[in-house]
């Protein structure tokens, strides 16, 4: 017997994830590659500066083992690739792939090491192969690493990742992240120079903050010169130092209301030009401590989505153009 799906949102009141009031990265991957288009995350096998002890140990309290990308099966980069465009093509139909070097810190390499492992990510010249997404830290950006994405820049989609978090060095430093939000105005300067596309991460719930935080990392923002934006919420991995924070009673997560709410202060705040990647996290449910609500990606898209249609906003509803400045004092290049 033929099952009557449920009308959920009503007559005529498409899904969520067809009326969404921002740019989202579908739509637009949508639009430049022609056909549906989706990221497939790659271990390369770095590893991150703020673990080896170069500029810090134990990471970021968030962070897990794997350093993200804890979804990723399968050995060695080409591998990786070919599972995951298999499973992105049956599951999302998906026709054009961007392959995402996402665990630790991709640019975390001298330029030979980096330059064979973004080309064995290209190796085989697949056509369905249309970009490069670097996963990275601010303080990983050098002008000589920026004259190599530039390469590949010329010849494919690339957008590097900078996985900022926020813009407050208190909470950076409760944080263990390892170095000073100057060095992320640094790096975007570097790869703009050379017009690279680059899309910062920003994770709402850090220990220590409030919305107040939210509002100064999105104006923050708004004085640099950005292509997109990944809004994660902060979630408890099993194994973390954040884990044992929680579990001391020395973290609560925010509640999904308050995530809500701050989303959808980003969303109306940053430009509307900017293409939003990502407005909540996501977890592997058996490494997942709390909160419980940060399975619920649906429901989370649709409140956000619900919020901004209820009140008539769109992307970029309060953004103010502020002219794009570099603090004299804080600018020195890094060696
Ligand atoms: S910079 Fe990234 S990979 Fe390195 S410790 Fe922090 S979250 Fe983990």
């Known amino acids: 017997m033929a099952r009557i799906r449920k009308r959920k949102y009503g007559p005529g009141v498409p899904p969520p994830q067809e009326r969404k009031p921002f740019r989202d990265v579908s739509t637009c991957f949508r639009e430049i590659f022609g056909s549906k288009s989706y990221k497939v995350c790659v271990d390369g096998g770095f590893?991150?500066?703020?673990?080896?002890?170069?500029?810090?140990?134990?990471?970021?309290?968030?962070?897990?083992?794997?350093?993200?990308?804890?979804?990723?099966?399968?050995?060695?980069?080409?591998?990786?690739?070919?599972?995951?465009?298999?499973?992105?093509?049956?599951?999302?139909?998906?026709?054009?792939f961007i392959v995402y070097f996402q665990n630790f810190t991709n640019t975390?390499?001298?330029?030979?090491?980096?330059?064979?492992?973004?080309?064995?990510?290209?190796?085989?010249?697949?056509?369905?192969?249309?970009?490069?997404?670097?996963?990275?830290?601010?303080?990983?950006?050098?002008?000589?690493?920026?004259?190599?994405?530039?390469?590949?820049?010329?010849?494919?989609?690339?957008?590097?990742?900078?996985?900022?978090?926020?813009s407050d060095d208190q909470t950076a430093r409760r944080i263990n992240r390892g170095y000073e939000s100057k060095r992320f105005t640094q790096a975007v300067e570097i790869l703009r120079q050379r017009n690279l596309n680059v899309v910062t991460h920003i994770l709402l719930g850090l220990p220590g903050e409030t919305k107040e935080h939210i509002i100064r990392t999105v104006d923050f923002l708004n004085r640099h010169d950005i292509q997109g934006i990944k809004i994660h919420s902060l979630y408890v991995l099993a194994g973390?130092?954040?884990?044992?924070?929680?579990?001391?009673?020395?973290?609560?997560?925010?509640?999904?209301?308050?995530?809500?709410?701050?989303?959808?202060?980003?969303?109306?705040?940053?430009?509307?030009?900017?293409?939003?990647?990502?407005?909540?996290?996501d977890c592997a449910r058996e490494m997942l401590v709390a909160p419980e609500w940060i399975m619920k990606k649906k429901e989370i898209m649709e409140q956000i989505i619900q919020?901004?249609?209820?009140?008539?906003?769109?992307?970029?509803?309060?953004?103010?153009?502020?002219?794009?400045?570099?603090?004299?004092?804080?600018?020195?290049?890094?060696?």
């Open 47 to 96: 590893t991150c500066p703020n673990r080896d002890g170069t500029c810090g140990t134990g990471g970021c309290v968030f962070c897990g083992e794997r350093g993200a990308g804890e979804f990723i099966t399968g050995n060695g980069i080409r591998e990786q690739i070919s599972s995951a465009m298999e499973k992105a093509r049956l599951k999302h139909r998906a026709e054009k």
């Open 108 to 166: 975390y390499a001298p330029v030979p090491v980096l330059r064979a492992k973004y080309d064995s990510a290209l190796a085989d010249g697949d056509p369905r192969i249309v970009g490069l997404a670097i996963g990275t830290r601010a303080d990983c950006v050098s002008e000589e690493i920026a004259d190599l994405l530039a390469e590949y820049a010329r010849k494919y989609y690339l957008q590097i990742e900078l996985g900022l978090q926020t």
């Open 240 to 281: 973390t130092r954040l884990a044992q924070q929680y579990q001391n009673g020395e973290f609560e997560p925010i509640t999904m209301a308050e995530y809500v709410d701050w989303a959808v202060y980003v969303l109306t705040h940053i430009s509307p030009k900017l293409i939003v990647h990502r407005i909540s996290g």
């Open 307 to 335: 919020t901004m249609e209820k009140n008539g906003w769109k992307q970029g509803e309060f953004f103010s153009e502020q002219p794009f400045q570099i603090p004299s004092e804080i600018f020195q290049k890094p060696k």
